[in-house]
């Protein structure tokens, strides 16, 4: 007897979206397969991987995740020119953190010119974060859409309270839309209709399903992503066909577990942080993820290596 | 697969006696499809019949157990291919190489290692499971020295892994109590390991070159006797691990292929020499579907990570996460530290604790049960509710950590705050904490 290969019968495809401009421009989406299925479908473009660029000096990072930055952790510029350049990464994911109301506060105005010459410094295409407070991004990511005019960043998290004042903005300036949700396919879906009454082309949509880290909830983001892609590719539900970005570098480097020092039980600090991190993302590779966030050189290296491996 | 009615009906002697409890053959026959009834209730049934209908109403994936006790390992019995369409519930083996080849120093590391790695979490202990014992020295004596070692020192199910029949004998006549998995039956030694696995009672891994083969060799290991089976295709490059993982769980659920409806094993240690890489490769088996995953060593930087994953992977996504109800301090809290209140699904303890560790200010948390809803939904559901809350605060006795008489609440449920006073009563004084818990640390920073 000859063993028949189970295929799944697809029905749908991810848009393809292009993010950034000129000759870095990449293009995520465009599957037709579930991840890495590569026997039954096709994974045109590769899972690409943003490095984390803050815009205030960390002061409660762990010991191994500011090492590779601590040079830059003051100068979002040089921060950013050392991801690209030293550790190559596909993107900059520039964290407006200080702008949190919560927190520093940081004024639109300031912050919109750091994002400015951030994305003015790298040729490779930039995610610009909001801190997450959906007022305060409304007013910001407004004004970094405008002063950035044309640039085709990625501005998020566009959530359901502040999705029309960014959306105009990423209309008007031609940017693409992290569309945020908490961690529910059904939600997920809603925002991205609202997004396509509004007037924002599907090319100019990703989906950020809201990233649980190892430990943390991890097993809801995956299995929301693994329902998106199920519904998507099998269900010809097209709202849902967009591809997902992940931020989950943060998510991991603030649990106690990655901050915890050497000690037998827990092993060498620096590697068990940079696993956590890296098997993280791997997890999400495996449920559909196109753009993870991610911030230690040596996690993006390994799971670079398990990407090529997986499409070899 | 699952016969219907009509199909089951056939097979009885359709005589109408009655002793199984219903009147009719034929009634006997549907409830036994809707899984309403015992097959054994029928003293009449063919030993013939029988045979097909257990058959039939096997599980598509068989479950498959190692090792015996408390630390027996079941693997196999899986039902879906997406662990939200129902759940994953057998969570794969994580094994440890050990060679007779390594030097005492080495085998010893690993089996301290295997016996010390062991981890608190949310009321659970996350252990590996399992030492693979593999004979590389080509001496029958020495591995079997070994085997007993291994016995001798720890709980671990075993893996036996040897070429030589003689080799796995001897160590089986000083193993085979403890329910080994013999690896591995192959194309050329198939009949003596079935013989094996058979005069042992033990579970045998059959090793192929291909998925063609491997259906060819698990039906000539089922032809001799052996129902307890493990597969290995002998991929061992990342991509081919990973499709023939998908491959044998879709044969097995999708196609109902008998002859591939085991659980698998894979060699992650036989894959690459970096250890980092190989805790990425063993992750992704975790995801997609392993049943055994065996390991060059143990560290704590990387088993940690990997026992965490199999645990959220494997998580019933039907059954929130609990916490016991009580108090939990979080950083040296004293008498004069802040209380905080919040419901008891793991993933909220979780991150308020962890926002209020961040915090830098100790204080005490009060989780309270409300059967595992977040704060929201609790709150909706009427279960964390201002005289819920009132009667919880004042019999968890929390008065006895603390001077003085202020809680935070949740800012979501900010009105549960009068009720939650008026059954406090007025010595209390209850604060409006923030909505996220990301804003705690600012919210604490602040003092209350
Ligand atoms: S006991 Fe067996 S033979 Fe008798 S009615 Fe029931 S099914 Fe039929």
Same mark, same amino acid.
């Given at each position: 007897?000859?063993?028949?290969i189970?295929?799944?019968?697809y029905?749908?495809?991810?848009?393809?979206?292009?993010?950034?401009?000129?000759?870095?421009a990449?293009?995520?989406?465009?599957?037709?397969? $579930?991840?890495?299925?590569?026997?039954?479908g096709?994974?045109?473009?590769?899972?690409?991987?943003?490095?984390?660029v803050?815009?205030?000096?960390?002061?409660?990072?762990?010991?191994?995740?500011?090492?590779?930055?601590?040079?830059?952790?003051?100068?979002?510029?040089?921060?950013a020119?050392?991801?690209?350049g030293?550790?190559g990464a596909?993107?900059?994911?520039?964290?407006?953190?200080?702008?949190?109301?919560?927190?520093?506060?940081t004024?639109s105005?300031?912050?919109?010119?750091?994002?400015?010459?951030? !994305? !003015?410094?790298?040729?490779?295409?930039?995610?610009?974060?909001?801190?997450?407070?959906?007022?305060?991004?409304a007013?910001?990511?407004?004004k970094?859409?405008?002063?950035?005019?044309?640039?085709?960043?990625?501005?998020g998290?566009?959530?359901?309270?502040? $999705?029309?004042?960014i959306?105009?903005?990423a209309?008007?300036?031609k940017?693409?839309?992290?569309?945020n949700s908490?961690?529910?396919?059904?939600?997920?879906?809603?925002?991205?209709?609202?997004?396509g009454n509004?007037?924002?082309?599907d090319?100019?949509?990703v989906?950020?399903?809201?990233?649980?880290?190892?430990? $943390?909830?991890?097993? $809801?983001?995956?299995?929301?992503?693994?329902?998106d892609?199920?519904?998507?590719?099998?269900?010809?539900d097209?709202?849902?066909?967009?591809?997902?970005?992940?931020?989950?570098?943060k998510?991991?480097w603030?649990?106690?577990?990655a901050?915890?020092?050497?000690s037998?039980?827990?092993?060498?600090?620096?590697?068990r942080?940079?696993?956590?991190?890296a098997?993280?993302?791997?997890?999400?590779l495996? !449920?559909?993820a196109?753009?993870?966030?991610?911030?230690?050189?040596e996690?993006?290296?390994?799971?670079?290596e398990?990407?090529a491996?997986?499409?070899a | 697969?699952?016969?219907?009615?009509i199909?089951?009906?056939?097979?009885?002697?359709?005589?109408?006696?009655g002793e199984?409890?219903v009147?009719t053959?034929?009634?006997?026959?549907m409830n036994?499809?809707?899984a309403?009834?015992?097959l054994?209730?029928?003293?009449?049934?063919?030993?013939?019949?029988?045979?097909?209908?257990?058959?039939?109403?096997?599980?598509p994936?068989?479950?498959?157990?190692?090792g015996?006790g408390?630390?027996?390992?079941? #693997?196999g019995?899986?039902?879906?291919?997406?662990?939200?369409?129902k759940?994953?519930v057998?969570?794969?083996?994580?094994?440890?190489?050990?060679?007779?080849?390594?030097?005492?120093?080495?085998?010893?590391?690993?089996?301290?290692?295997?016996?010390?790695?062991r981890?608190?979490?949310?009321?659970?202990v996350?252990r590996?499971?399992?030492?693979?014992?593999?004979?590389?020295?080509g001496?029958?004596?020495?591995?079997?020295t070994?085997?007993?070692k291994?016995?001798?020192?720890?709980?671990a199910?075993?893996?036996?892994?040897?070429?030589?029949?003689?080799?796995?004998?001897?160590a089986?006549?000083?193993?085979?109590q403890?329910?080994p998995?013999?690896y591995?039956?192959?194309?050329?030694?198939?009949?003596?390991?079935?013989?094996?696995?058979?005069?042992?009672?033990?579970?045998?891994?059959?090793?192929?070159?291909?998925?063609d083969?491997?259906?060819?060799?698990t039906?000539?290991?089922s032809?001799?006797?052996v129902?307890?089976i493990?597969?290995?295709?002998?991929?061992?490059?990342?991509?081919?691990?990973?499709e023939?993982?998908?491959?044998?769980r879709?044969?097995?659920?999708?196609?109902?292929?008998?002859s591939?409806?085991?659980?698998?094993?894979?060699?992650?240690?036989?894959?690459?020499?970096d250890?980092?890489?190989e805790?990425?490769?063993?992750?992704?088996?975790?995801?997609k579907?392993?049943?055994?995953?065996?390991?060059?060593?143990?560290q704590?930087?990387?088993?940690f990570?990997?026992?965490?994953?199999r645990?959220n992977i494997?998580?019933?996504?039907?059954?929130p996460?609990?916490m016991?109800?009580?108090i939990?301090p979080?950083?040296n809290?004293?008498?004069?530290?802040?209380?905080?209140?919040t419901?008891?699904?793991?993933?909220?303890?979780f991150?308020?604790?962890?926002?209020?560790?961040?915090?830098r200010v100790?204080?005490?948390?009060?989780v309270m049960?409300?059967?595992?809803?977040?704060?929201?939904?609790a709150?909706?559901a009427?279960?964390?509710?201002?005289?819920a809350?009132?009667?919880?605060?004042?019999k968890?006795? #929390?008065?006895?950590?603390?001077?003085?008489?202020?809680?935070?609440?949740?800012?979501?449920?900010?009105?549960v705050?009068?009720?939650?006073?008026?059954e406090?009563g007025?010595?209390?004084?209850?604060?409006?904490?923030?909505?996220?818990?990301a804003?705690?640390?600012?919210?604490?920073?602040?003092?209350?």
């Amino acid at each position: 007897m000859t063993f028949a290969i189970p295929k799944t019968a697809y029905t749908g495809k991810i848009k393809e979206v292009v993010l950034g401009r000129g000759p870095k421009a990449i293009t995520v989406g465009g599957e037709t397969s $579930y991840p890495f299925h590569l026997f039954e479908g096709e994974m045109p473009h590769t899972p690409r991987i943003a490095i984390e660029v803050y815009d205030t000096p960390p002061d409660d990072w762990a010991e191994a995740s500011l090492e590779p930055y601590r040079d830059v952790v003051g100068d979002p510029v040089a921060w950013a020119k050392k991801a690209a350049g030293v550790y190559g990464a596909d993107m900059i994911a520039l964290q407006l953190v200080s702008t949190d109301p919560n927190g520093l506060n940081t004024p639109s105005d300031q912050a919109t010119e750091t994002a400015k010459k951030v !994305a !003015a410094a790298v040729d490779i295409p930039v995610i610009v974060n909001g801190s997450g407070s959906p007022e305060k991004d409304a007013e910001l990511l407004r004004k970094v859409a405008e002063a950035c005019d044309g640039m085709n960043l990625v501005v998020g998290p566009v959530v359901v309270e502040n $999705y029309k004042q960014i959306g105009a903005g990423a209309i008007a300036y031609k940017h693409t839309l992290a569309a945020n949700s908490p961690i529910d396919i059904n939600l997920a879906k809603q925002l991205n209709i609202l997004l396509g009454n509004l007037g924002v082309p599907d090319g100019q949509i990703v989906v950020d399903p809201t990233t649980g880290g190892l430990g $943390y909830g991890i097993e $809801y983001t995956y299995s929301v992503m693994e329902r998106d892609r199920m519904a998507a590719l099998t269900q010809q539900d097209e709202r849902l066909q967009f591809p997902i970005i992940c931020d989950l570098g943060k998510e991991i480097w603030k649990t106690k577990e990655a901050k915890a020092e050497d000690s037998p039980l827990m092993g060498n600090a620096a590697k068990r942080g940079v696993l956590m991190e890296a098997v993280t993302a791997q997890l999400l590779l495996l !449920a559909g993820a196109d753009v993870l966030i991610m911030r230690h050189p040596e996690a993006i290296r390994l799971v670079r290596e398990m990407i090529a491996d997986l499409m070899a | 697969m699952a016969l219907t009615g009509i199909q089951i009906f056939k097979l009885l002697p359709k005589t109408n006696c009655g002793e199984c409890g219903v009147p009719t053959c034929l009634a006997f026959a549907m409830n036994l499809a809707a899984a309403k009834a015992e097959l054994a209730s029928c003293p009449y049934i063919s030993a013939e019949s029988k045979a097909q209908l257990s058959e039939a109403s096997a599980p598509p994936i068989r479950p498959v157990a190692i090792g015996t006790g408390d630390n027996v390992v079941k #693997i196999g019995g899986e039902t879906v291919l997406f662990r939200h369409e129902k759940t994953f519930v057998n969570k794969p083996g994580l094994a440890v190489m050990i060679s007779d080849a390594m030097t005492d120093d080495e085998v010893n590391g690993r089996i301290k290692r295997f016996k010390e790695l062991r981890y608190d979490w949310i009321g659970l202990v996350l252990r590996p499971e399992m030492i693979a014992v593999k004979n590389e020295s080509g001496d029958a004596g020495r591995y079997e020295t070994l085997v007993k070692k291994v016995m001798d020192e720890t709980d671990a199910a075993l893996i036996l892994m040897s070429d030589s029949a003689e080799a796995l004998k001897a160590a089986l006549q000083v193993s085979a109590q403890r329910v080994p998995l013999i690896y591995a039956a192959a194309e050329g030694n198939a009949e003596a390991m079935a013989g094996l696995a058979k005069e042992y009672k033990c579970p045998l891994a059959a090793k192929a070159d291909n998925m063609d083969s491997l259906a060819a060799l698990t039906d000539k290991i089922s032809a001799a006797g052996v129902k307890d089976i493990v597969l290995d295709s002998g991929a061992r490059t990342v991509r081919r691990v990973f499709e023939d993982q998908v491959f044998v769980r879709r044969a097995a659920l999708v196609q109902k292929n008998r002859s591939l409806g085991f659980p698998t094993i894979a060699f992650p240690c036989e894959m690459t020499k970096d250890p980092m890489k190989e805790t990425l490769i063993a992750a992704t088996l975790i995801a997609k579907y392993a049943g055994i995953i065996v390991l060059s060593d143990f560290q704590g930087e990387s088993l940690f990570p990997l026992l965490v994953s199999r645990l959220n992977i494997y998580t019933d996504p039907q059954r929130p996460m609990m916490m016991q109800q009580g108090i939990y301090p979080v950083g040296n809290p004293t008498e004069d530290s802040p209380v905080l209140i919040t419901t008891n699904f793991a993933l909220t303890y979780f991150i308020v604790s962890g926002e209020i560790e961040a915090s830098r200010v100790p204080s005490w948390l009060l989780v309270m049960d409300t059967e595992g809803l977040s704060v929201l939904t609790a709150w909706a559901a009427g279960k964390f509710v201002g005289d819920a809350i009132g009667q919880f605060v004042k019999k968890s006795g #929390i008065t006895e950590k603390v001077k003085h008489r202020k809680i935070v609440i949740p800012g979501f449920v900010a009105a549960v705050s009068g009720d939650l006073e008026e059954e406090l009563g007025s010595e209390w004084e209850v604060k409006i904490g923030p909505r996220e818990a990301a804003h705690l640390a600012p919210f604490l920073k602040q003092g209350l």
